[in-house]
């Protein structure tokens, strides 16, 4: 079994960063493509960013270049470098991994994180 913990939320200030963090832990072979979505309080859950195994990166318009998406294939971490922050950013943020290989082979598909709080306030 693959789990996923997201870590580095908090409450930042409007233009500050934070740089969020996804651990994958568990017996696998292999991690695809992982992603971040957010969820902010009424709305829908929406993509954020995503990235391959190569580092081929996805982003959604929003982001506008404040945020970067990279991973660490050795370490089986993925990480969200968030700059210039604001109000609008404020939601849960939470891990996704398109899919992974484990032993067998067999597949898993779409695992998501529990998130981690993303407060933007002054």
């Known amino acids: 079994q693959v789990q996923l913990v997201e870590s580095g939320g ?22 695809y493509a992982m992603g ?6 009424g709305k829908q859950r929406e993509f954020v960013a995503s990235i391959t195994p190569t580092s081929i990166t996805n982003y959604a318009d929003f982001i506008k270049g ?21 109000p609008e950013d404020t ?3 939470y891990c996704n991994v398109e899919r992974v290989m484990l032993p067998g082979p067999r597949f898993e598909y779409n695992l998501q994180g529990q998130g981690t709080q993303v407060t933007v306030s002054s």
Do not use: E, H
């Open 10 to 31: 908090g409450l930042v200030q409007p233009g500050g960063s934070l740089r969020l963090s996804c651990a994958a832990s568990g017996t696998f072979l292999a991690i």
């Open 36 to 41: 971040w979505y957010r969820q902010a309080p």
């Open 66 to 86: 404040r945020f970067t998406i990279s991973r660490d294939n050795a370490k089986n971490t993925m990480y969200l470098q968030m700059n210039s922050l604001n």
């Open 91 to 93: 939601a849960v943020y």
